[in-house]
């Protein structure tokens, strides 16, 4: 079954709302969490690196003013995207990293900016 | 220069055939090595990994290392169209250990 749960799997907001995405560790505590977009077509980025209990780590290029991230427990870490805009649409996926380095998948949110 | 590279197909194969996809990656630092396959709108799931030179088995698929030439290959056997999806290589350590870097993925169709 699913180790890493991700909430909402789908959603459409309006420019310039904020959206919270949240991921779920279910079956383990996890100290760091990370998260990436996917544009069509295209590959995996890694946008940060969620750290429980200290600030993220962001990458080069991810606005960390706009993409808020929070890991306020060992299961939960959560993506805030402020003043959406429509490139903004995308899929974002959060992991957690496995027991030999993998990395497991959330559902995934589809986010559409309207 | 990309840090992980697929072709990114479509690859198309009779069901019953062994597909094949490759990938290269240009650390040459890099440790750890994954493939996932992914469904259309849908996140990616862990097929197999692989650390070291070498075949490693798992049921259909096959995972193919050469760190000499900075090769990563997936061969799945007796293909079906269930396999049809598109399938990302993943690297991760070398310069940046904990980083995985993800491949653009190739499109596998398998026919009926």
């Known amino acids: 079954g699913a180790v890493v749960s991700q909430h909402p799997s789908r959603v459409i907001c309006k420019s310039g709302t904020s959206v919270k995405i949240e991921c779920r560790s279910l079956d383990f505590q996890a100290t760091t969490m990370f998260w990436y977009r ?59 990293s496995g027991s030999y380095t993998e990395a497991f998948f959330g559902q995934g949110t589809r986010l559409t900016v309207v | 220069q990309k840090e992980v590279e697929q072709n990114s197909g479509p690859l198309s194969v009779p069901e019953g055939a062994i597909a094949s996809l490759n990938c290269t990656y240009s650390d040459r ?21 692989i650390y070291s030179n070498g075949d490693k088995e798992d049921g259909r698929f096959t995972a193919q290392l050469n760190k000499a030439s900075q ?21 991760k350590g070398g310069y940046n250990f904990n980083k995985f870097y993800f491949g653009s993925g190739t499109k596998l169709n398998v026919k009926p």
């Not at chain 1, 606005?63 to 060992?74: G, Q, R, T």
Request: charged share 15%; glycine share 4%.
């Open chain 2, 29 to 49: 630092g890099s440790q750890s090595f994954f493939w996932y396959r992914q469904y259309s709108g849908k996140s990616p799931e862990l097929i197999m990994f």
């Open chain 1, 38 to 96: 996917q544009f069509p077509k295209q590959s995996l980025m890694l946008m940060a690196t969620s750290n429980e209990g200290s600030k993220a780590t962001y990458e080069q290029g991810v606005e960390k003013d706009k993409f808020l991230i929070n890991h306020a427990s060992l299961t939960l870490s959560t993506l805030t995207v402020t003043s959406a805009h429509p490139e903004d649409s995308s899929f974002y996926i959060c992991s957690r």
């Open chain 2, 71 to 91: 090769y990563v290959s997936l061969l799945i056997r007796d293909s079906q169209p269930s396999d049809s999806a598109t399938y990302l290589c993943a690297v």
